[in-house]
């Protein structure tokens, strides 16, 4: 373990108020939130235990000690799974050249003619896409294809975006629970290293601490051809591989959306030009 476990636990505190616990309020703190000692006393250990693995120098703390904690800070299911893999990391960077999308995938994606769908892979590369995918966010005409690059050091992101801070901030929470599974990965740390020297926004979120799953949610688009565009989108892990993703947007039947992006299938190429983003 190293900081990163301090600091998550840390912001987790922060947000407890002592009045929400049962605990007096009053008197100046010097840092918001709960102090270490009354996690310690309301979570059954050690005030000595709980700064030893805040520190990282607790190897074998048990389900019981970590689920107390987790209960005091009031940490929802995924926060929970990200403090299991802080303090026991179980998975090792992968060493191979790199990741790979099965031809059976790509087979899948392409016969997916009506919605636009991809692939997520480690670190939110876009490991495939089909057409449709291609011609909302402009995939092809990315050098290095990054949900995370994107969002960030694209120049017109804030755009294609129209909510932009939640998809920043949902971005940013993804990336930080992948930093949780592969703490030793030497290409998750360069990415990270990058976004926080070229983005502001970037910086700021990370230091949230903040972790949220893949699961599913709203994404609006605004196209410079189709226009505004509404989607929900949906996840499902890869069978063989949870590192991978399928991502599929849907529209609302008989919505402006789903006139707009049938209207958008329908041009072919060269008629249609993929959105340099």
């Known amino acids: 373990m190293d900081q990163s476990i301090g600091e998550f636990l840390r912001s987790r505190r922060a947000r407890i108020q002592p009045r929400e616990v049962g605990l007096p309020g009053h008197g100046r703190r010097r840092v918001p939130g709960l102090r270490r000692e009354e996690l310690a006393q309301l979570a059954g250990v050690s005030v000595d235990y709980y700064v030893r693995l805040e520190q990282g120098r607790s190897q074998n703390v048990s389900d019981a000690v970590l689920d107390s904690i987790a209960r005091v800070l009031r940490l929802d299911e995924t926060e929970r799974v990200h403090l299991r893999n802080l303090v026991r990391p179980a998975k090792k960077a992968r060493r191979s050249g790199g990741q ?130 509404e989607f ?30 049938r209207l958008l299938a329908s041009w072919q190429a060269p008629e249609i030009a993929v959105p340099a983003r």
Request: aromatic share 8%; glycine share 6%.
């Open 100 to 229: 790979h999308v099965r031809p059976g995938v790509q087979r899948m994606l392409d016969m997916m003619t009506d919605l636009p769908a991809f692939v997520l892979g480690r670190r939110m590369d876009i490991l495939a896409w089909n057409a449709l995918a291609d011609a909302v966010i402009g995939f092809s005409a990315l050098e290095r294809p990054n949900a995370a690059r994107h969002t960030f050091l694209h120049p017109e992101a804030r755009e294609l975006y129209l909510e932009w801070d939640a998809v920043a901030a949902e971005t940013v929470a993804y990336l930080r629970l992948d930093a949780g599974r592969y703490p030793d990965d030497p290409q998750l740390c360069a990415l990270v290293g990058e976004l926080s020297m070229r983005s502001e926004p970037f910086r700021r979120l990370w230091a949230r601490q903040d972790v949220k799953d893949k699961t599913h949610g709203r994404k609006l688009v605004r196209h410079p051809f189709a226009g505004d565009l």
């Open 232 to 261: 929900r989108y949906e996840t499902f892990a890869s069978p063989g591989d949870s590192d991978q993703l399928l991502v599929a947007y849907t529209v609302a039947a008989g919505s402006a959306s789903e006139e707009r992006l």
